[in-house]
């Protein structure tokens, strides 16, 4: 297990048919070594399992990784619990450059993400 530097950038939809490097998340997580974010591992250290959301022409948002029962979310700073964005199954999920992961965001749309970068 090591923790992992993450990024995620917006996958091809509707409103961006390339996608978007300007739209995503950025967090840390630990990992195992087939990709898979190790729910033991982070009891040890979700204090250091940071996120930021990226949006263009948008203030950044900070939080935490989270997890609650069988699913992960992103929660951010000073937002009630309900203001959280769950992670799509992502306890079955890898998190490997080039693959993607979807992220139910504020307003209520999921959105899927490329994983562009794991360090």
């Known amino acids: 297990m090591a923790l992992r530097d993450i990024r995620l950038e917006l996958a091809r939809d509707h409103d961006f048919p390339d996608g978007s490097v ?3 998340y950025e967090f840390t ?3 195992t070594d087939d990709g898979h974010l190790d729910h033991d591992e982070w009891r ?3 204090d250091r399992c940071e996120v930021r959301r990226f949006w263009h ?3 950044d948002e900070h939080g935490r990784l989270i997890h609650r029962g069988r699913g992960w ?3 951010y700073d000073d ?3 309900d203001d959280d964005e769950p992670l799509f199954k992502l306890d079955r999920h890898t998190l490997v450059e080039g693959e993607y992961v979807s992220i139910t965001e504020h307003d209520g749309v999921q959105r899927t993400f490329r994983v562009v970068r794991v360090r």
């Open 22 to 24: 300007e739209r995503g």
């Open 79 to 81: 937002a009630p619990v």
């Open 44 to 46: 040890d250290v979700k």
């Open 73 to 75: 979310a992103f929660h």
């Open 29 to 31: 997580a630990p990992l």
């Open 57 to 59: 022409n948008e203030a």
